[in-house]
């Protein structure tokens, strides 16, 4: 009898779905908007896998609702803050992520809002669009350089350091801040304090964990040069959104590129950081090009098959395990899930 596999969307991009479902029964959450745990729970029955998002809530309710044949989740996605890792291990579920596929996209997104943020374009397309283009000045739609400027990365792992090679093209010297990263040949590793204080532009790259809840609150903000960018592509966790509105309101930083949000999705009730003009807010969209998200989707499926066939999972999240009701694995060595 084939194994039960839940996926909590009907459309994944790329041919991972179609390679899943020739060896497994393939059942997907069939609606538009978001599934409630509930509808989950129900569809999880008997399941041997789940293939999840990013943001989907992955707890013990779920894990038991799929009950004993459930040995793996596989997330499509990088972060697993959404996920009960302790209720996994637990029940010798293995956790997947997707690392290694997304960096270099969410790079390149990241460096779009930096430079939307900077130059201030979103306001600039708005202006044309609105027909207030009369009068060509040499006051009007001024930003920010960003060539030139100093960047400070927060967590320097697979994206952090791809924004640094971006940077170099820009001539943009780099600092970083992340315990687990000496200096290298592109960025220099200093304590967050300097790196607040000496950035013109500040990009989050840290997963979202008890430790990294608001990282970014009124202190730090305060911290930061008045002409200096706030970018995140991490969590919306990371950033406390009340704090960052004053700032934002107050002049005390210059802008904010927001791809990620504390509450997500959004629908119609939208964060007033949305209609904030000093910032440009995306709808988490880092990791969204046709090859990229076909290649998260492929390796989640890549990591069913492999459990369900007995072999240990490609990539488990750090200290998980590889396999079905295995001990944990001691932490990979420099592995503290910087994104
Ligand atoms: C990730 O991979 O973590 C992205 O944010 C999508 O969830």
């Given at each position: 009898?084939?194994?039960?596999?839940?996926?909590?969307r009907a459309?994944?991009?790329?041919?991972?779905?179609?390679?899943?479902?020739?060896?497994?029964?393939?059942?997907?959450?069939?609606?538009?908007?978001?599934?409630?745990?509930?509808?989950?729970?129900?569809?999880?029955?008997?399941?041997?896998?789940?293939?999840?998002?990013?943001?989907?809530?992955?707890?013990?309710?779920?894990?038991?609702?799929?009950?004993?044949?459930?040995?793996?989740?596989?997330?499509?996605?990088?972060?697993?803050?959404?996920?009960?890792?302790?209720?996994?291990?637990?029940?010798?579920?293995?956790?997947?992520?997707?690392?290694g596929v997304?960096?270099?996209?969410?790079?390149?997104?990241?460096?779009?809002?930096?430079?939307?943020?900077?130059?201030?374009?979103?306001?600039?397309?708005?202006?044309?669009?609105?027909?207030?283009?009369?009068?060509?000045?040499m006051d009007?739609?001024?930003?920010?350089?960003?060539?030139?400027?100093?960047?400070?990365?927060?967590?320097?792992?697979?994206?952090?350091?791809?924004?640094?090679?971006?940077?170099?093209?820009?001539?943009?010297?780099?600092?970083?801040?992340?315990?687990?990263?000496?200096?290298?040949?592109?960025?220099?590793?200093?304590?967050?304090?300097?790196?607040?204080?000496?950035?013109?532009?500040?990009?989050?790259?840290?997963?979202?964990?008890?430790?990294?809840?608001?990282?970014?609150?009124?202190?730090?903000?305060?911290?930061?040069?008045?002409?200096?960018?706030?970018?995140?592509?991490?969590?919306?966790?990371?950033?406390?959104?009340?704090?960052?509105?004053?700032?934002?309101?107050?002049?005390?930083?210059?802008?904010?590129?927001?791809?990620?949000?504390?509450?997500?999705?959004?629908?119609?009730?939208?964060?007033?950081?949305?209609?904030?003009?000093?910032?440009?807010?995306?709808?988490?969209?880092?990791?969204?090009?046709?090859?990229?998200?076909?290649?998260?989707?492929?390796?989640?499926?890549?990591?069913?098959?492999?459990?369900?066939?007995?072999?240990?999972?490609?990539?488990?999240?750090?200290?998980?395990?590889?396999?079905?009701?295995?001990?944990?694995?001691?932490?990979?060595?420099?592995?503290?899930?910087?994104?």
């Amino acid at each position: 009898m084939k194994q039960r596999v839940l996926t909590t969307r009907a459309a994944l991009p790329g041919g991972g779905i179609a390679r899943l479902a020739s060896d497994a029964e393939v059942v997907a959450w069939p609606g538009t908007s978001k599934p409630e745990p509930r509808d989950l729970a129900e569809l999880a029955k008997g399941a041997s896998a789940i293939l999840a998002l990013g943001n989907d809530r992955v707890d013990a309710a779920l894990l038991d609702a799929a009950g004993p044949s459930l040995r793996v989740v596989a997330l499509a996605s990088m972060g697993y803050d959404a996920v009960d890792r302790e209720a996994a291990a637990e029940r010798g579920v293995v956790v997947t992520h997707t690392p290694g596929v997304l960096a270099e996209t969410t790079a390149d997104l990241t460096f779009a809002l930096v430079l939307m943020a900077r130059r201030r374009l979103g306001a600039a397309r708005d202006s044309l669009a609105a027909g207030q283009w009369g009068l060509f000045r040499m006051d009007d739609y001024l930003g920010l350089d960003v060539h030139g400027a100093t960047l400070g990365l927060i967590g320097y792992g697979q994206i952090g350091r791809a924004v640094a090679r971006r940077s170099q093209g820009f001539g943009m010297r780099v600092l970083h801040h992340d315990p687990y990263a000496p200096d290298d040949a592109l960025s220099t590793s200093v304590d967050l304090p300097t790196l607040l204080a000496e950035a013109d532009v500040v990009s989050l790259h840290v997963p979202l964990t008890p430790q990294t809840r608001h990282l970014i609150g009124a202190a730090e903000l305060a911290a930061m040069k008045p002409t200096a960018t706030l970018v995140s592509t991490s969590r919306g966790g990371v950033v406390d959104e009340d704090a960052l509105l004053r700032a934002l309101r107050d002049g005390s930083i210059h802008s904010a590129g927001l791809d990620v949000f504390e509450r997500e999705p959004m629908g119609q009730e939208l964060s007033p950081l949305v209609a904030e003009p000093h910032a440009v807010t995306l709808p988490h969209i880092g990791s969204a090009t046709e090859a990229t998200r076909a290649a998260m989707v492929d390796l989640a499926v890549d990591n069913i098959q492999d459990v369900l066939a007995g072999g240990p999972a490609r990539t488990p999240i750090p200290g998980g395990a590889a396999m079905p009701g295995q001990d944990r694995a001691p932490r990979p060595v420099g592995g503290r899930g910087a994104r």
